[in-house]
């Protein structure tokens, strides 16, 4: 069995600072992991992902995230939160078998100040 | 341009209808999945189609159905069955193999 852990439902920054969301997982199989970015009524778009090459991966819109298996974790990172960032995001994780179904958390919503 | 489209964008339907919420996608793509999400539930898979004329069940899947007969299209019907289907619905599809999925721009079905 699969899940995901979205710690914090809610993350509020302001513009400029950092941007922390957390994510852990648990896979009883080396797992596939996926960050994803949802604007209000849209659907979801990939930001990154991770399938078993380097332990940092980097996105678009300048993020990053790094696989740390020690830790089961996924944190989402960006050095300087933008506006435009402000969004819900979705950690997910597949662990593999014959169909590679994805395991959704339950979300972040992040909020830029300004 | 690639993609998967989903329509209508809205949909209103009275208690007690059935509604089928269309999903099409010229990605090529062999998987094709469907969510339901609700605030502050993340996405719930209802059914998934991994080839044309085969499906599975999600974690949700009472009281909606679906149906594969080509690659392209993987239509969901909501049922009067369904409890609550008020909900906003997602439509996805995956190459094979451990890959991201794509998602459509979803349909935010109401019922009264």
């Known amino acids: 069995a699969q899940s995901v852990t979205q710690l914090g439902s809610h993350v509020s920054v302001s513009e400029g600072a950092l941007v922390l969301l957390r994510c852990n997982y648990s896979?009883?199989?080396?797992?596939?992991l996926f960050w994803y970015v949802q604007y209000p009524n849209q659907g979801l778009q990939l930001l990154l992902k991770?399938?078993?090459?380097?332990?940092l991966v980097k996105g678009i819109n300048g993020f990053e995230a790094e696989f740390k298996k020690s830790e089961t974790s996924f944190h989402l990172t960006k050095p300087s939160a933008h506006m435009s960032d402000a969004a819900e995001y979705f950690c997910?994780?597949?662990?593999?078998?014959?169909?590679?179904?994805?395991?959704f958390g339950k979300g972040t919503l992040l909020t830029v100040n300004p | 341009d690639g993609g998967i489209t989903q329509s209508p964008k809205y949909l209103f339907r009275k208690e007690g209808q059935n509604v089928t919420l269309s999903c099409e996608q010229n990605?090529?793509?062999?998987?094709m999945y469907w969510y339901r999400q609700d605030p502050g539930q993340g996405l719930r898979l209802i059914y998934y189609?991994?080839?044309?004329?085969?499906?599975q069940k999600g974690d949700i899947a009472e009281g909606y159905s679906v149906s594969r007969e080509k690659k392209e299209s993987f239509p969901l019907t909501v049922t009067s069955a369904q409890k609550n289907p008020t909900a906003f619905y997602l439509c996805?599809?995956?190459?094979?193999?451990?890959?991201?999925?794509?998602f459509g721009p979803g349909t935010r079905l109401t019922v009264t």
């Open positions: 996805a599809s995956k190459a094979g193999g451990p890959y991201e999925q794509y």
């Open positions: 896979s009883s199989v080396p797992p596939y």
């Open positions: 991770y399938t078993s090459a380097a332990t």
């Open positions: 997910a994780v597949s662990a593999g078998g014959s169909n590679y179904k994805l395991t």
């Open positions: 990605l090529n793509h062999d998987a």
């Open positions: 189609s991994q080839i044309v004329n085969d499906f």
